[in-house]
Nanobody, 125 residues
């Protein structure tokens, strides 16, 4: 059974940092691209970042470029999202997700088939 468990969210002041973790099980992390998505209150879910199946390619939504970094530790079956210089508009529930197919380098939301339950990030002073 595939599982995706996010953690690391919480309350942080603007300018602060958080590191989100997505621990996966039931499949080999190296074979699949993993994406991070977020949903702010009253807004639609949006893609934040994606790491390719090879781990060599990372993509970011424009508003987080230069502030967020995606990485993975295959030995720990974990994908991370390091978030620095956080802004109130980064507030939302953050989810990790995976496509059905393997060997890809992109994470279009409509192709994501497996999702975690999310972790809440709240940026406020």
């Amino acid at each position: 059974q595939l599982q995706f468990v996010e953690s690391g969210g919480g309350l942080v002041q603007p300018g602060g940092s958080l590191r989100l973790s997505c621990v996966v099980s039931g499949f080999t992390l190296d074979y699949y691209a993993i994406g991070w998505f977020r949903q702010a209150p009253g807004k639609e879910r949006e893609g934040v970042s994606c790491i390719s199946s090879s781990g060599e390619t990372a993509t970011y939504e424009d508003s987080v470029k230069g502030r967020f970094t995606i990485s993975r530790d295959s030995a720990k079956n974990t994908v991370y999202l390091q978030m620095n210089s956080l802004k109130p508009e980064d507030t939302g529930v953050y989810y990790c997700a995976r496509r059905k197919i393997r060997g890809t380098s992109t994470c279009p939301e409509y192709t994501m088939h497996y999702w975690g339950k999310g972790t809440l990030v709240f940026v406020s002073s």
